[in-house]
T-cell receptor, first 109, second 115 residues
């Protein structure tokens, strides 16, 4: 079967760095997405990786290792507004998205 | 402004009373999809549409219907709602559904309660 695993909840301190991991087993791979979702709001796109390596976009970076079925989202210089859920999703062989359950990130002052 | 609009945002209804959640996008996107989101389960796809008059079942289609008569609209129909359909529903669209880099734009969500 197809499966996406990510931690349910993480806590970090304002100004610090946090890494949210995602492991996947899917039928085919056409890229991996990270979305941010604030409580009660719609998910919004953060990043897309299809090749191995690190993609940096401001305070956020996303890493992919296809051979290990592994990705992480790195958030630097954490701000209170980064408190949200972070959703990992993989595009499978039919270009349909398989979603993880999301990681709720709590930022403490 | 490029957006996906869904209505109603909030709805409380009773078992068996047919309802429709509308979804409209103004980005000329070919691909549209409906998801439900429940605590601890993440986003689960209900139905999707690759283009006008083309719809396919997602992971949890039971109890739902959709139609795609026009490119911009993709309504979700609950013919006879039941309490287990109480959930947060999201409509989403993207340029097309035939590439990996298929970035979805989501509507604001519709919170449905079935009593």
């Amino acid at each position: 079967g197809q499966n996406i695993d990510q931690p349910t909840e993480m806590t970090a301190t304002e100004g610090a760095i946090v890494q949210i991991n995602c492991t996947y087993q899917t039928s085919g791979f056409n890229g991996l997405f990270w979305y941010q979702q604030h409580a009660g709001e719609a998910p919004t796109f953060l990043s897309y990786n299809v090749l191995d390596g690190l993609e940096e976009k401001g305070r956020f970076s996303s890493f992919l290792s296809r051979s290990k079925g592994y990705s992480y989202l790195l958030l630097k210089e954490l701000q209170m507004k980064d408190s949200a859920s972070y959703l990992c999703a993989v595009s499978d062989s039919n270009y349909q998205l398989i979603w993880g359950a999301g990681t709720k990130l709590i930022i403490k002052p | 402004e490029a957006q996906v609009t869904q209505n109603p945002r909030y709805l409380i209804t009773v078992t068996g009373k047919k309802l429709t959640v509308t979804c409209s996008q103004n980005m000329n996107h070919e691909y549209m999809s409906w998801y439900r989101q429940d605590p601890g389960l993440g986003l689960r796809q209900i139905y999707y549409s690759m283009n006008v008059e083309v719809t396919d079942k997602g992971d949890v289609p039971e109890g739902y219907k959709v139609s795609r008569k026009e490119k911009r609209n993709f309504p979700l129909i609950l013919e006879s709602p039941s309490p287990n359909q109480t959930s947060l529903y999201f409509c989403a669209s993207s340029l097309d559904g035939t590439s990996g880099a298929n970035v979805l734009t989501f509507g604001a969500g519709s919170r449905l309660t079935v009593l």
